[in-house]
């Protein structure tokens, strides 16, 4: 199996802030890697798939970038509504996925 | 757009059966262009992937739950369905249905339920 690791678990952060969040996989999964970002009481939203394409209606301010088995989400200007835990999901072994475990962004 | 509901028992004692299912409207679970899976997140912890199963009947399982779960599809009510067995508190947890689309680029989750919480308890 494909175990995935995020780094850090949590990090305190003010409006505007860049923030970095990083994600590992524990084999090369090519570019087959989403984020979602989830708040809570809510369903998990998909922010980023195939490591770097923005879904629709996402903000430009969130961008990922890597390939193989690192991977990163970038909050260019942290804004209010983004303060939630964001998770990377390898999507190689589909439909045998897994995720990280989180990483949980609030507030300074 | 797809929308998915989940539907079933909040409560279930230890030993028996958890019994869910989730109903998909705005298009047809007999679609070629995606899995539909279940997944399911503990209070206060992260997500856990538990199977997923393809219209055609075919299934795949977390490794780890695999002795227990099974996913089945009704096509004509145009359901997918999981039941866990011989559950345990450690169960307890949201339970979430979702697609994953196979049309995109890089296979992703899509569409996902409001989620249920299914407590675990006697």
């Known amino acids: 199996d494909i175990q995935m690791t995020q780094s850090p678990s949590s990090l305190s952060a003010s409006v505007g802030d860049r923030v970095t969040i990083t994600c590992r996989a524990s084999q090369s999964i090519s570019s087959y890697l989403n984020w979602y970002q989830q708040k809570p009481g809510k369903a998990p939203k998909l922010l980023i798939y195939a490591a770097s394409s923005l879904q629709s209606g996402v903000p430009s301010r969130f961008s990922g970038s890597g390939s193989g088995t690192d991977f990163t989400l970038t909050i260019s200007s942290l804004q209010p509504e983004d303060f939630a835990t964001y998770y990377c999901?390898?999507?190689?072994?589909?439909?045998?996925?897994?995720f990280g475990p989180g990483t949980k962004v609030d507030i300074k | 757009q797809l929308q998915l509901q989940e539907s079933g028992p909040g409560l279930v004692k230890p030993s028996e059966t958890l019994s869910l299912t989730c109903t998909v409207s705005?298009?047809?679970?007999?679609?070629?262009?995606?899995?539909w899976g279940w997944i399911r997140q503990p209070p206060g912890k992260g997500l856990e992937w538990i199977g997923s199963i393809y219209y055609s009947g075919s299934t795949y399982y977390n490794p780890s739950l695999k002795s227990r779960v099974t996913i089945s599809v009704d096509t004509s009510k145009n359901q997918f369905s999981l039941k866990l067995s011989s559950v345990t508190a450690a169960d307890t947890a949201v339970y979430y249905c979702?697609?994953?689309?196979?049309?995109?680029?890089?296979?992703?989750?899509?569409?996902w339920g409001q989620g249920t919480l299914v407590t675990v308890s006697s």
């Open positions: 705005g298009g047809s679970i007999s679609s070629s262009s995606y899995y």
């Open positions: 979702a697609s994953t689309s196979l049309v995109a680029t890089i296979p992703h989750f899509d569409y």
């Open positions: 999901q390898q999507s190689y072994s589909t439909p045998r996925i897994t």
